[in-house]
């Protein structure tokens, strides 16, 4: 992950950016989708020859540039995460008390999670959540959805909490994977509202597949929501 870090941030670097503004995957990986964001982001999502089979991997970059590199595993567990504006990597601690499973959420319409993940830069930090199917399809773009709502409690070792969040989001069986929506996150201090909900969906060989930037709500004076570890997709 860090490796993959280093070459992503090379490539979004201010030279690289007047350059080119196609994303380079980097060797042994492949690209299957682009997702322009409502809230000035541009995400891919691809698979790397190296990484365990149904692991895949997100890219994300607003307008200066990436900023952020995840990876999740078949049942969507956060494997491995890099914020490159923060500077920090985290990765899921052994051995979860409850593991994310993306399985049980089209099984029974409900996900409970209870995970760790270590940061280099902030420590253990402690996750329990819900996911839960509301019932309803979203069509967007073409790509038919599945809304979700979600709610979860991030806490340091000690059961201080660091921020909580609630709201909705989508999932795909074909991509195995979930989709940005809208929520709240709020901390001992501040409360911040996001709006990351897809707008379109390109796919090789479209205009604007593998692009770095953004289309959508860029411009816009958008709320300094805090540094929050994880990441769905």
Request: with cysteine.
């Amino acid at each position: 992950m860090i490796r993959l870090a280093i070459i992503f941030l090379a490539i979004s670097s201010p030279a690289a950016a007047q350059q080119t503004d196609k994303f380079r995957l980097p060797a042994g990986c492949d690209a299957y989708l682009t997702v322009q964001d409502r809230s000035c982001s541009v995400d891919h999502h691809f698979r790397c020859d190296t990484d365990p089979s149904g692991h895949q991997r997100r890219v994300s970059f607003d307008e200066e540039g990436m900023t952020y590199l995840g990876m999740i595993d078949a049942e969507t567990q956060w494997i491995q995460s890099f914020h490159a504006r923060a500077g920090s990597t985290e990765r899921l601690a052994p051995a979860p008390n409850d593991p994310a499973s993306f399985s049980q959420l089209i099984a029974t319409g409900r996900d409970d999670y209870d995970f760790v993940t270590l940061s280099d830069k902030y420590g253990p930090t402690h996750f329990k959540g819900t996911d839960t199917l509301t019932g309803r399809d979203v069509e967007i773009d073409g790509v038919v959805l599945q809304e979700t709502a979600f709610q979860i409690t991030a806490t340091t070792p000690d059961g201080t909490v660091l921020w909580t969040s609630q709201g909705n989001e989508f999932i795909s069986r074909d991509w195995q994977m979930f989709v940005s929506g809208t929520g709240t996150t709020t901390t001992p201090t501040d409360s911040f509202e996001k709006d990351d909900t897809p707008v379109e969906f390109i796919y090789p060989g479209e205009p604007g597949f593998l692009s770095t930037r953004p289309k959508h709500g860029c411009g816009v004076m958008l709320s300094a929501a805090p540094h929050i570890v994880g990441d769905h997709t």
